[in-house]
């Protein structure tokens, strides 16, 4: 009984030394001398002027968030999609509500300049 377990555990093991034995090496045969151009802004381009701590605009936040359901829409298409000839009529009226829902709140945002950014 417990023979059948053996190979997880094999593998077990070898994940965790190659989790412990890899940095370490890496640790110690790599230098540690910070290059210049590793040390430099590589995200904005120019220098950190001010607190790390400062507040983003709220529609930074509205962007990632209508970029989030919109994304999670296409991945309710997809099963969809797949099962379309299976689930029949009520599988597409659903779809259907589903979108309507969406699309009249993607309208309403556009109305209300969410997704312009000044």
């Known amino acids: 009984m417990l023979a059948n377990y053996f190979p997880i555990f094999v593998f ?3 994940g965790l030394m190659m989790g412990i034995v890899l940095p370490t090496i890496g640790y110690f045969l790599g230098k540690r ?4 151009e590793k040390n ?11 607190d790390a701590h ?3 605009d709220v ?3 509205l962007i990632a968030i ?3 359901i919109f994304d999670l829409e296409i991945a309710f298409l997809f099963p969809w999609a797949v099962v379309f000839k299976d689930i029949g009529m009520f599988g597409f ?7 309507a829902i ?6 309403y945002e556009w109305k209300k300049g969410a997704l312009e950014w000044e």
């Open 12 to 14: 077990i093991i070898i």
């Open 33 to 36: 001398e910070p290059d210049p």
């Open 40 to 50: 430099s802004p590589y995200e904005c381009g120019f220098e950190a002027f001010e």
């Open 54 to 56: 400062m507040k983003f």
């Open 59 to 61: 529609r930074y936040y």
């Open 66 to 68: 209508l970029f989030i």
């Open 93 to 99: 009226v659903a779809m259907m509500i589903f979108l």
């Open 102 to 107: 969406l699309v009249i709140g993607f309208i």
